[in-house]
């Protein structure tokens, strides 16, 4: 596990235990904006110290398996925990390909952070993880999220419709891509 990838403002690096308060500090903080957005329910029970450390545990394993990549998003400057981005849904053998997702805490949106960590989590989908193909779902109206997509390279390929129910509601999602062949 390489413990850090640096880019010009901020770097990446796996999530160890003892960043679980920061992290949950972020998910707190930011839950209605990531409910907006996340397909996932989180329930009462998630925003405990405990469920975070659980969950950093589970991270750390699905990366030894190979099944998961997650990533805290820290300031150079600061050392300060902001966001994640995470490579999932790992697909191996004739597919070679992950999913991408990511958040950043609201307060730190609109300074280029996501861009250049997404920058550096394609960089390690590639040339460590050895990944073909990177894929991602976003909702037409996540319009910051398509920005980062297209700014790091990502096509887009289409939309499926009603793809994944967030809030109760079926939402759409375009589907972009990044292989490891674009320039």
């Known amino acids: 596990m390489k413990s850090k990838l640096n880019g010009k403002r901020i770097y990446i690096r796996a999530l160890q235990k ?3 308060p920061a992290l949950l500090e972020i998910n707190k903080e930011n839950r209605e904006i990531f409910n907006c957005y996340s397909p996932v329910d989180k329930e009462d029970t998630f925003f405990t110290r405990k469920s975070h ?10 990366w030894l398996n190979d099944r998961q990549y997650g990533f805290g998003i820290f300031t150079n400057q600061t050392d300060k925990l902001i966001g994640t981005v995470n490579l999932f849904f790992v697909e ?7 999913m991408i997702g990511y958040g950043l805490d609201y307060r730190y949106k609109g300074n280029g952070y996501m861009t250049e960590a997404v920058q550096l989590a394609v960089r390690f989908a590639f040339k460590e993880a050895g990944f073909h193909r990177i894929e991602a779902g976003v909702m037409p109206r996540n319009t910051g ?11 887009k ?4 419709r009603d793809e994944l129910k967030i809030n109760g509601r079926f939402e759409d999602h375009h589907i972009y891509s990044r292989l490891s062949t674009d320039i």
């Open 145 to 155: 999220s398509i920005r980062v997509l297209e700014n790091c390279g990502f096509m």
């Open 157 to 160: 390929e289409g939309t499926l």
């Open 92 to 98: 191996r053998y004739t597919a070679e390909k992950c």
């Open 53 to 62: 450390e659980e969950m950093i545990e589970d991270q750390q394993q699905a």
């Open 18 to 20: 003892n960043d679980a």
